[in-house]
Every structure is written in structure tokens, then in C-alpha cells.
């Protein structure tokens, strides 16, 4: 029996009008749609109604399949001969696990591709009336998960150069407490600005910003709504002129 081919398609940032003509063109013709909370359910109406739509879970792991069941039901599907579309939030090989599934896919002989997906990382500072790059303070920018496979952290906060440069940081929350604080031993200075983008991109997008020195206590006070990305550097004073 002919095996069916896995896609690993980026959904974009939230807003469903940033979906690629190529995503959407995969996601038309497919016959198995396989998702999570992070993707905008309304992309789902693009897929024809015979297509079969498997929701894998909420962010929170005890109301999800685990990485391993996720990766299983795609390469059960494409062994039965249906195409089939993992769609993402955001890009799939941006803190997306897709290096991971592409491994999978490929161990299991069967074909696969990527389609690109707009990622968080840029849209939602961009939503935000925030510029990662600008030829008067930023340089060179940073993308870095807050949340890693592995207690031991591989990212060196302290060692993190603060001149001419913006950092992105992914599923950070949590942590954030922690990782301002590895900031500031480093050469980071309190009054650091930092933007918190929370729904960004979306209807619900809401934006708080402060300094490195006070956003721990900002956030005990008024707890962040996930999924939210957080912004630090100078190019957050942008906001004030270019946020809508």
C-alpha cells in the first residue's frame, strides 16, 4: 500500500490572516490534520470537511499526548496511506519541535516536508509596535527558549551582552523571575526596558512594559496570561511611537 506524506507546517503567530498560500494550499488537500492549542482553531475551516482533525491537547502535559504519543499517531496515519499535516504555532523549526518530527519521519521511511511558517519571535514584536533590529541600538538579536528539555540550563544569562542587542525569549515566563535575575549579574541594567506580549498578534493581544529592575514585582502583581513572548532591549522604547 502506498504510505502518505508527512508535512510539518508553520500556522503562524495567532492571526489567521498570516497563514502561507503554500500552508494553506497543504491543508486544503490533506487528509489528516493533526494540532495543538497554540495554532488559531479558525485556519481549521480552510480543510475540507471530510478531512480528519486531531486536536492533540491543551499546553498543560497531564491534558496532552506526550511527545512520543504525538509522534507515533503521525507515522501511524502516513502508514495507512493519508497525507498528513502537523500544524504548528508559529515555524516548525523555531522552538516548534519539527528537527525532532523531521528525525521521526525520516527513521521511519517515510516522506516529509516543511513548510515555513511566520514565527512568533518576529510577528509578535511587530504587532507590538516593536522593531528587533534599529540602526541606533540593536544590532543583532537573540531567539532563546525559557523552556528547556533539561534541568540544567545550556543558556549562560550572565554572559549575555545587553549593548546593541535585543533578546527574544520564547515560553519564558515561568522562569522569568530567575532569568532577569541572571540578567542583572550580569551587565544588564535595571532600568533595561522589557516588553511582555501577551495573545500577541491576535484580538486579545495585550502589552505591559517596564524595566528589568521592577518586572518581578510587576508580575506578582498582575500575573501573565500565556502564551506571551517577552522582549528585552532598547528597541522596546519604540513602542511608544509605533504601537497602535
Known amino acids: 500500500m502506498k504510505k502518505g506524506k508527512i508535512y ?19 491543508i486544503k488537500n490533506c487528509d489528516v490534520i493533526i494540532y495543538d492549542a497554540l495554532m488559531n482553531p479558525e485556519i481549521l475551516k480552510h480543510a475540507p470537511d471530510q478531512v480528519e482533525k486531531i486536536f492533540i ?41 519539527g528537527g525532532e518530527e523531521a528525525e521521526i519521519t525520516i527513521d521511519a521511511g517515510l516522506e516529509w516536508e516543511v ?13 507590538a509596535g516593536i522593531p528587533l533590529t534599529h540602526r541606533d541600538c540593536a544590532s543583532y538579536v537573540t531567539f532563546i527558549t525559557g523552556h528547556e528539555s533539561t534541568e ?39 532600568e533595561t526596558p522589557i516588553a511582555i506580549i501577551e495573545s500577541g498578534t491576535t ?25 506571551a513572548l517577552v522582549v528585552i532591549g532598547e528597541v522596546v522604547k519604540y513602542r511608544e511611537k509605533l504601537g497602535k
Not at 513548510?115 to 504587532?127: C, D, H, L, R, T
Not at 484580538?203 to 501573565?224: C, F, H, M, W, Y
Open 57 to 97: 491537547g491543551k499546553s498543560r502535559h497531564s491534558e496532552r499526548l506526550s511527545q512520543q504519543e504525538v509522534e507515533a499517531l503521525m507515522i501511524k496515519k502516513a502508514n495507512e496511506g493519508l497525507d498528513v499535516v502537523r500544524l504548528k504555532g508559529g515555524d516548525p523549526f523555531v522552538f516548534g519541535r
Open 115 to 127: 513548510v515555513p511558517g511566520i514565527s512568533s519571535g518576529v510577528a509578535v514584536p511587530a504587532y
Open 152 to 190: 540544567d540550563s545550556k543558556v549562560e544569562w550572565e554572559k549575555i551582552r545587553s549593548a546593541y542587542h535585543t533578546l527574544v525569549i520564547f515560553m519564558g515566563i515561568t522562569k522569568l523571575p530567575d532569568t532577569v535575575s541572571k540578567l542583572l549579574r550580569g551587565d544588564f541594567l535595571p
Open 203 to 227: 484580538s486579545k493581544q495585550n502589552v505591559r512594559v517596564s524595566v528589568l529592575g521592577s518586572i518581578t514585582a510587576d508580575i506578582e502583581k498582575t500575573p501573565v496570561k500565556t502564551p
Open 8 to 26: 510539518l507546517v508553520g500556522a503562524g503567530p495567532g492571526d489567521p490572516d498570516l497563514l502561507t498560500l503554500k500552508a494553506l494550499n497543504v
